[in-house]
């Protein structure tokens, strides 16, 4: 059974086909599926839908490509829809936050101080409740990094990293593991193959960011959950390991990361 530790299974580009393509991800072996919130608007969307789903549990945070038109009541209203969902057992992580320095606007001077606020705000958020969190760490690793080790939640995923094996040794030693997925597919991505084939396998967690980052056989057309396996069977190659020593790992490493984590019905 596979884990995919990050998937937006709310997002438009799945219509009205959400619960089915949940579906047949379980029918591939996809467990479970963590679908991260990216702003106020969609709290009770990635609640709803992972109430509807057997093999879904969610996340709620403000994503940093949504920082530019949030206001401190959204923080407000996060933290409060929290202190709500620690009652519901699907409920597992802050996320999706971070910082992101690869879109230009979002890396001028007055965003970046926008999207660090966000950032250090949300994690305590994680840190008060003892969550862990989802974090988006796109040219931002170590910043992300420094503020983590500042305010200190519970641990969490570096989502796609695509960092340098120091700063995955950074991520490791504070206790988050690093998400792999449809980009580790593509021959050309020589640094993230690198990286999953000597990283600590127990470091090592699966994702597919659906719809996004999709896999090298259906790039550039709709990722789904459904892919998490045949991305898996791309770790357990580049590694020479068996598949199911695959599943098993990286499925407990989620669980280690992700506490709440539900088993599936």
């Known amino acids: 059974m596979w884990i995919d530790t990050h998937c937006h299974l709310d997002a438009h580009e799945f219509g009205s086909e959400s619960l089915q393509v949940a579906a ?31 093999n879904a549990c969610y996340a709620l945070g403000i994503h940093p490509i949504y920082v530019p038109h949030a206001t401190d009541d959204d923080l407000i209203a996060l933290r409060e829809a929290v202190a709500l969902a620690m009652n519901d057992a699907r409920f597992v992580a802050i996320g999706e936050i971070g910082l992101d320095f690869f879109i230009p606007m979002l890396c001028e001077p007055a965003m970046r101080i926008k999207q660090e606020h966000f950032l250090r705000e949300q994690l305590k958020i994680a840190r008060d409740f003892d969550l862990p969190v989802l974090a988006h760490v796109r040219r931002s690793q170590d ?27 950074g991520y490791i030693d504070f206790g988050f593991k690093l998400g792999f997925g449809g980009a580790m597919t593509f021959t050309r991505a020589l640094q993230i193959r690198r990286m999953a084939t000597e990283l600590p396998l127990d470091a090592i967690v699966l994702e597919t960011d659906a719809p996004d980052i999709s896999p090298a056989w259906i790039h550039p057309g709709r990722n789904s959950p459904e892919e998490l396996p045949r991305i898996g069977a791309v770790l357990a190659e580049l590694r020479g390991l068996e598949l199911a020593d695959v599943a098993a790992q990286t ?7 992700l506490p709440r984590l539900p088993l599936m019905e």
Not at 25 to 43: H, L, S
Not at 151 to 166: K, V
Request: hydrophobic share 55%.
């Open 24 to 54: 047949r991800a379980a029918a591939q072996g996809v467990a479970m599926i963590v679908v991260p919130a990216v702003e106020r608007a969609n709290f009770a969307i990635v609640r709803d839908l992972a109430a509807a789903a057997p």
């Open 143 to 169: 910043i992300v990094l420094k503020h983590a080790r500042q305010i200190r939640p519970n641990g969490g995923i570096a989502h796609a990293f695509n960092g340098s094996f120091q700063q995955a040794q």
């Open 251 to 257: 499925s407990a490493n989620a669980r280690a990361v």
